[in-house]
């Protein structure tokens, strides 16, 4: 039996980069893959947090399957910790022998916003000039979206501003974008003028009016994967085309999605599977909003866990 290949944080990132990630999540989709059939994960609580187990043996190339063992401390950001972290373990799918071990943590900052973008990016290319970024949140999930936003788009649309509206406005975020406090009347007028508003804080309730948004905005929510925590207002999911990774993943996790049900503002009907807008067998309305809710799924891990793999060494 041969030692797993260990891959620590830098290992990963420098291995497969935000648009190999991309590409990899959307090559797995065209060709096939269907998330509806993926496992479900657990949450298992403890003391300090919960677990997040995370298996999956759904990939591209049915070569491997895994699972993402992930910490949710909510106690950490105050010792200085993550909130989050995670290791990912990788198995042959026919001998189930341990392959290799991916810094989880690094995995997922990377398969996020490559989820995020792979899902929205039919529509931002469908048209054309400088986009204006707003962001919620300055963490790594904030700072990972706005680079692969600038990476898979690029050469096709560029990122004319990036704005990050942030509780504190003590902190700068590290690509060096402008900071607004978050509900200030500066704030509105970002989010106003946004054509692309990602949300990635831990915001239990909705972080704009949804009147702000545009009607050829696109809305990315990855924040929460908890169905009675939103960071989007029920009016939005009203007026937008709601694409979700999977309809029943999101009818048990995405507390976007289930409180705009439970409110009237959202049918289930409504509801697109990302699938099917990667592929080309929808293409939402250009007029109205675009909101893709995420809430992080098995199979995304295990994709790009895979190409993380190919490229290694």
Not at 264 to 293: I, W, Y
Request: with cysteine.
């Amino acid at each position: 039996m041969n030692a797993p290949l260990i891959l620590d944080a830098d290992a990963v990132r420098a291995a497969c980069s935000p648009v190999d990630a991309v590409e990899a999540i959307t090559a797995a989709l065209v060709s096939g893959l269907d998330p509806a059939a993926d496992l479900p994960r657990h949450a298992v609580p403890v003391r300090a947090g919960q677990f997040l187990l995370m298996p999956s043996e759904g990939s591209r190339s049915g070569a491997h399957v895994g699972i993402k063992v992930a910490t949710v401390a909510p106690g950490n950001p105050a010792r200085g910790l993550p909130r989050i972290q995670a290791s990912y373990l990788l198995f042959d799918a026919d001998s189930l022998n341990l392959v290799a071990v991916l810094d989880g943590t690094a995995l997922t900052t990377l398969r996020t916003p490559a989820v995020s973008v792979a899902a929205v990016r039919p529509r931002l290319l469908a048209a054309s000039g400088p986009l204006r970024l707003a962001v919620f949140g300055a963490g790594p999930q904030a700072h990972g979206h706005v680079a692969t936003l600038a990476a898979a788009l690029t050469p096709h649309r560029s990122l004319a501003t990036v704005t990050h509206l942030v509780r504190d406005t003590r902190v700068q975020p590290a690509d060096g974008a402008d900071v607004v406090a978050l509900n200030s009347p500066q704030a509105d007028d970002v989010v106003r003028a946004a054509d692309v508003i990602v949300c990635a804080t831990s915001a239990r309730t909705p972080l704009f009016d949804a009147d702000l948004v545009l009607d050829t905005a696109v809305v990315i929510a990855v924040g929460s994967h908890e169905p009675d925590a939103r960071e989007v207002p029920a009016a939005l999911c009203a007026r937008a085309t709601v694409v979700v990774e999977d309809v029943a993943t999101a009818l048990r996790e995405a507390g976007d999605v289930c409180l705009a049900l439970h409110e009237g503002t959202l049918q289930t009907q409504e509801l697109v599977p990302m699938r099917d807008v990667v592929t080309g067998h929808t293409s939402p309305a250009s007029d109205r909003p675009l909101l893709f809710k995420s809430v992080g799924m098995s199979w995304q891990d295990l994709v790009t866990a895979e190409a993380v793999l190919s490229r290694a060494g």
